[in-house]
């Protein structure tokens, strides 16, 4: 009666380990990871050299939009129109 449970439990026990990741596979995620990261900062980086440019573009328009006279509260007719 012990033989059929047993070997149902090491038939299982075998899925199980073929199911799980191996070392090498590990290795490769996490190098996919560490990539991944390594784009991502990059992006990030990206995205605060724009955001400085769009803020430095604000800047310049900011007289032509806002002529002098004018503080920012109030806007002329220019700066209303979209």
């Not at 075998?14 to 190098?31: F, Q």
């Not at 992006?43 to 900011?62: P, T, Y």
Request: proline letters at 6%.
């Amino acid at each position: 009666m012990s033989g059929p449970p047993e070997s149902l439990i090491l038939q299982i026990l075998r899925e199980m380990r073929a199911e799980l990741a191996s070392k090498a596979d590990l290795n490769v995620l996490r190098a996919e990871v560490t990539e991944l990261r390594s784009e991502l900062s990059d992006v990030k980086f990206d995205m605060r050299s724009l955001r400085a440019g769009v803020a430095s573009d604000l800047l310049s328009i900011h007289p032509i939009c806002c002529p002098s006279g004018e503080n920012g509260a109030t806007r002329s007719s220019a700066c209303a129109e979209p």
